[in-house]
């Protein structure tokens, strides 16, 4: 099989799927370019016996996934800093922000999480994250989803 044919042909189908999980033409493009781009790099580890198409796929729906964590989700590492120095803020905004803050800071001192949580959402991967911290891949994974919780929580109490 000559997977670079396969691709061309596909590509209009992966674009398809790409723009069913975005809003925007552009942000379904760089997906599905990310998505080839992927899927030819690690062209070694596809098994012939099985459907490129459903290959793709699950290419696609990773690395939205992966986007979607590193990009849309809320990066809170350093706001009190940046609202300090802000004057174009409203007030509301600031004191939004420095309960966030706070919320953060009181979760830190509950437990070790947080620093998992505050690396991931600087745009940290979780292997990176675990050589920084010297621990398993699935520590990481565990304490990332427990402070998160634990953050969540906090804010809504």
């Known amino acids: 099989?000559?997977?670079?044919?396969?691709?061309?042909k596909?590509?209009?189908w992966i674009l398809y799927m790409a723009k069913r999980y975005c809003k925007h033409q552009q942000d379904a493009e760089d997906l599905a370019n990310d998505t080839i781009y992927k899927i030819l790099v690690n062209r070694s580890r596809f098994d012939c016996n099985k459907s490129l198409r459903a290959w793709c796929f699950i290419v696609l729906r990773n690395t939205y996934i992966t986007m979607y964590n590193r990009y849309y989700t809320l990066s809170f590492v350093g706001y009190d800093?940046?609202?300090?120095n802000s004057s174009t803020s409203s007030a509301s905004d600031s004191v939004l922000f420095?309960?966030?803050?706070?919320?953060?800071?009181?979760?830190?001192?509950?437990?070790?999480?947080m620093d998992c949580v505050i690396y991931f959402a600087k745009g940290f991967s979780y292997d990176e994250i675990s050589e920084i911290l010297n621990i398993p891949v699935n520590t990481v994974r565990s304490r990332i989803s427990y402070g998160r919780k634990q953050?969540?929580?906090?804010?809504?109490?």
Do not use: H, T, W
């Open 1 to 8: 099989m000559n997977l670079d044919k396969e691709l061309s």
């Open 98 to 113: 420095r309960d966030v803050v706070s919320a953060i800071r009181r979760c830190y001192q509950k437990s070790c999480c």
């Open 10 to 12: 596909l590509y209009p």
């Open 151 to 157: 953050l969540y929580q906090e804010l809504n109490s």
């Open 81 to 84: 800093v940046v609202m300090e």
